[in-house]
């Protein structure tokens, strides 16, 4: 593998990590718009329907609640019956739960509002650092029953032709450091161990991939739908048979609470749409049926791309070494546990009609990169 490609592939994997659980903006809410509890714009039919009837209502903390993930699980949670409290700073969107209990405090040794409270279950969305998932794990020992941890699936290597639950993970290079953008997959390791070493059998870790749908702010899936909506002649990165894998926030959610439910533990790859990876072919035809802009795909070899430092959301070249497990995720665990995934063309419709009604600051930050696309296309055709 030439320098060039190893250094776009490296850069393309750091991009993918971290992102997916950094804290984001809440969702939007339109209340003209009753059939669409996200301010999707579109009359939306509300949760998936439920796998089976609550057990018994439970009594959920949830250290987040406000961010991409978190409204998704308060919604569905209330959805099935379930009493919610949710722990934050209070600085993002306070007011968009008002029925829901709002404990204010802080990870980082501020957590007394968590004192002399019983909770069934906590779902741990706003852990990166060990030290406050430690403190956080370890007060919430005898009075919470089951503790869900939010990690990622940047604790593996990627150098794996395959990734499952006991693949390799990272090596811990400065144990002592709380640089999350520096060692942000190392630190979920010991937010994760943190957690086991409290709650044991009692403890859930969630390893998720690329998160997709309404509210997203990484726009790494959103970015397709909004392209081929925008029609015209789209780059088709690489080979149509890259692999490309996503899950939906909806469904992630939904699995989240399903585990508390069924007081489900041990740890769970997240990622999707299928136990196998869906081609980047199928991925996009699947988009392009969201859509009736005039449109056509032209598929661009990627050492072309490559050379061009041109890099597309979701798209990992496909590579023989160290990377080449990145979109090769397996999740048959959790589909087992009950881990269910909505068609792809759900997922595009959704976000894209929720894009559409954001305020014009937040659509300016998707970079669509028409006039580099176009550029790529000339060269391309007249290489």
Known sequence: MTHTRRRFLATSAAAAGAAALTPGQALSTDAS?????????????????????????????????????????????????????????????????????????????????LRGRTWDAVIDNSGYVPRHVRDTAELLQDSVGRYLFTSTGSVYSFDQDE????????????????DVDRYYGPLKILCENAVTDAFRERGTVFRLHVVAGPGDTTDRFTYWPVRIDRGGEIVAPGSPDTPVQYIDVR?????????????IGGTFNTAGPALDPTSMAEFLYGVRAITSAQLGFTWVDEQFLIDREARFQLWYPPDNGPLRGISRVRSHKAVAAGLKFRPLAVTALDTLDWFNTQSEERCNQLQLNLDRDRQILEEWKAR
């Open 33 to 113: 718009r009753p059939g669409s509890p996200l301010g999707s714009g579109t009359p939306h039919p509300g949760p998936s329907p439920a796998p089976d009837p609550s057990p018994r209502p439970l009594n959920i903390l949830i250290l987040g609640g406000t961010g991409f993930i978190g409204p998704h699980q308060v919604r569905y949670a209330m959805y099935r019956g379930h009493q919610v409290t949710i722990f934050n700073r209070g600085r993002t969107a306070p007011d968009l739960f008002p029925g829901v209990e709002s404990l204010i405090g802080d990870r980082d040794g501020q957590i007394d509002a």
């Open 163 to 178: 990734i499952t639950e006991d693949g390799e993970l990272l090596p811990i290079e400065d144990p002592e450091s709380e």
């Open 251 to 263: 469904d992630l959610a939904e699995f989240m609470i399903l585990a508390l439910e069924r007081d």
